[in-house]
T-cell receptor, first 105, second 113 residues
Framework: KNEVEQSPQNLTAQEGEFITINCSYS?????LHWLQQHPGGGIVSLFM???GKKKHGRLIATINIQEKHSSLHITASHPRDSAVYIC???????FGKGTLLTVNP | NAGVMQNPRHLVRRRGQEARLRCSPM?????VYWYRQLPEEGLKFMVY????????ESGMPKERFSAEFPKEGPSILRIQQVVRGDSAAYFC???????????FGQGTRLTVV
């Protein structure tokens, strides 16, 4: 079983919609990365968080250590947000399988 | 502060040749991670190095692949006698410590013809 599980695997939204991507992780992980990868592109680190909430522009990441769960939210989604979003655990960076987000205009 | 630099960005090798991929971590970072992303697949951990030491190579294929991170200079991922199945994007990331945020390079896209 993967240490990091993500859902959904695929997500299609209309421009302007509020997006939520979920990530659950197993025992022994005390923090989480959220990464973004555009098709054929590089990988951008969006957040690393070990408690509470972080916000950067239209992106918000939350984590609940007790429940071993994290969410990435995108407000007012835009077609340029279309990418694969990946949650990953530090120490070897164990990856979730990623969520392919497509935002249609 | 320059980000993680990988070169070359694209590398074409014939079957049987050697591929050498370089990764210069961010300034002040002594932890380097290498990952492979096969076409249409997710990222897979290969190896984790700290200056002059291999900390974890559990994701490295047993043969033909090696990695180093010398005291001076970039980290090198070396693939000997490449085969078509080695064609992939290879990313490296660096961090200041084991549990701090890691930053990724743009990747090297290896094509074996």
């Amino acid at each position: 079983k993967n240490e990091v599980e993500q859902s959904p695997q695929n997500l299609t939204a209309q421009e302007g919609e509020f997006i939520t991507i979920n990530c659950s992780y197993s025992v022994g992980i005390s923090a989480l990365h959220w990464l973004q990868q555009h098709p054929g592109g590089g990988i951008v680190s969006l957040f690393m968080l070990s408690s509470g909430k972080k916000k950067h522009g239209r992106l918000i990441a939350t984590i609940n250590i007790q429940e071993k769960h994290s969410s990435l939210h995108i407000t007012a989604s835009h077609p340029r947000d279309s990418a694969v979003y990946i949650c990953a655990a530090p120490r070897k960076l164990t990856f979730g399988k990623g969520t392919l987000l497509t935002v249609n205009p | 502060n320059a980000g993680v630099m990988q070169n070359p960005r694209h590398l074409v090798r014939r079957r049987g040749q050697e591929a050498r991929l370089r990764c210069s971590p961010m300034k002040g970072h002594s932890h380097v991670y290498w990952y492979r992303q096969l076409p249409e697949e997710g990222l897979k951990f290969m190896v984790y190095l700290q200056k002059e030491n291999i900390i974890d190579e559990s994701g490295m294929p047993k043969e033909r692949f090696s990695a180093e991170f010398p005291k001076e200079g970039p980290s090198i991922l070396r693939i000997q006698q490449v085969v078509r199945g080695d064609s992939a994007a290879y990313f490296c990331a660096s961090s200041a410590t084991q549990n701090t945020e890691a930053f990724f390079g743009q990747g090297t896209r290896l094509t074996v013809v």
